[in-house]
Nanobody
Framework: QVQLVESGGGLVPAGGSLRLSCGAS????????IGWFRQPPGKERELVVV????????YYADSVKGRFTMSRANAKNTVYLHMNSLKPGDTALYYC??????????????????WGQGTQVTVSS
């Protein structure tokens, strides 16, 4: 069974930058779209960004637009989340998630079939 594995989280000062990575291991997955969710402490999981695997459109949440950038490696087996100008409000557990078919709603975590274990991002003031 294929798994997604995130890495790159850590503690960073406000205004700093961090890059998260998400790679697949243990098999293959017919990915339609892949993206990042985050779950701040005590809050619900929310969509950060999602990208069409074919290289189509990419959606960013308003809260991160202009600060975060999602990219895909040339080999197409790894995706990244480049986070700049980090704020304390960005503190959350960040998850990589993939969908094997077009999601009915890109915002709904239940529409994504494959999830990583999460990586913690903590932004200090």
């Amino acid at each position: 069974q294929v798994q997604l594995v995130e890495s790159g989280g850590g503690l960073v000062p406000a205004g700093g930058s961090l890059r998260l990575s998400c790679g697949a291991s243990g098999g293959t997955f017919n990915t339609y779209s892949i993206g990042w969710f985050r779950q701040p402490p005590g809050k619900e999981r929310e969509l950060v960004v999602v990208m069409g695997w074919s290289g189509g459109s990419t959606y960013y949440a308003d809260s991160v637009k202009g600060r975060f950038t999602m990219s895909r490696a040339n080999a197409k087996n790894t995706v990244y989340l480049h986070m700049n100008s980090l704020k304390p409000g960005d503190t959350a557990l960040y998850y990589c998630a993939a969908a094997g078919a077009p999601p009915n709603s890109i915002y709904d975590p239940k529409e994504y079939d494959l999830w990583g274990q999460g990586t913690q991002v903590t932004v200090s003031s």
